[in-house]
């Protein structure tokens, strides 16, 4: 068990709809970062929030979104769901914004 | 547009074998090389390289980077079936985001 707690697990639905993906980071963790991994494109950073802020944000749709809560949790919310957004999303905290400690992931799937 | 390619794709050996998985890149603003090794699910970290010529060490594995060609090298001596993974290469950029490479799938059979 790394510490970051992903939920759910699996999660299966259809094209046009809206899913929300969470994400506990490690005790002390203040940084979150949310990757996409799909099998023909790798690990993709989506975006980074540290201490509720957004801090950086790479390759996300503006279908996606996300958010910090106060109590450092993590949503993302992914919306008007195509089937190629079919892929292992991860969520990942740190302390120093450098060691990455990764949950398991949320395996999503578009049908 | 930054770049991080791995090297190769997918290996297969024999238990005992040694390897060498390869990791070139060409990125902005390098800041970090880190290895990860991703098994069934999370990546779990092996290494973070900031110095050329300067080898990492963990039991079997090491790992080396160098800056002026722009790539690393991920040794894993006297394999075992257990080593069986994605190793997954990455540079930090330092602007807290990391440019992955596409991994290499790695299968040690007994």
């Known amino acids: 068990d790394s510490g970051v707690t992903q939920t759910p697990k699996h999660l299966i639905t259809a094209t046009g709809q809206r899913v929300t993906l969470r994400c506990s980071p490690r005790s002390g963790d203040l940084s979150v970062y949310w990757y996409q991994q799909s099998l023909d494109q790798g690990l993709q950073f989506l975006i980074q929030?540290?201490?509720?802020?957004?801090?950086a944000k790479g390759n996300i749709l503006e279908r996606f979104s996300a958010q910090q809560f106060p109590d450092l949790h993590s949503e993302l919310n992914l919306s008007s769901l195509e089937l190629g957004d079919s892929a292992l999303y991860f969520c990942a905290s740190s302390v120093d914004n450098q060691e990455l400690t990764f949950g398991s992931g949320t395996r999503l799937t578009v049908v | 547009e930054d770049k991080v390619v791995q090297s190769p794709l997918s290996l297969v050996v024999h238990e005992g074998d040694t390897v060498t998985l390869n990791c070139s890149y060409e990125v902005t603003n390098f800041r970090s090389l880190l290895w990860y090794k991703q098994e069934k699910k999370a990546p779990t970290f092996l290494f973070m390289l900031t110095s050329s010529g300067i080898e990492k060490k963990s039991g079997r594995l090491s790992s080396i980077l160098d800056k002026k060609e722009l790539f690393s090298i991920l040794n894993i001596t006297a394999t075992q079936t257990g080593d069986s993974a994605i190793y997954l290469c990455?540079?930090?950029?330092?602007?807290?985001?990391?440019?992955f490479g596409q991994g290499t799938r790695l299968t040690i059979n007994p």
């Open positions: 929030y540290y201490n509720g802020e957004e801090r």
């Open positions: 990455a540079v930090d950029k330092g602007a807290q985001k990391l440019v």
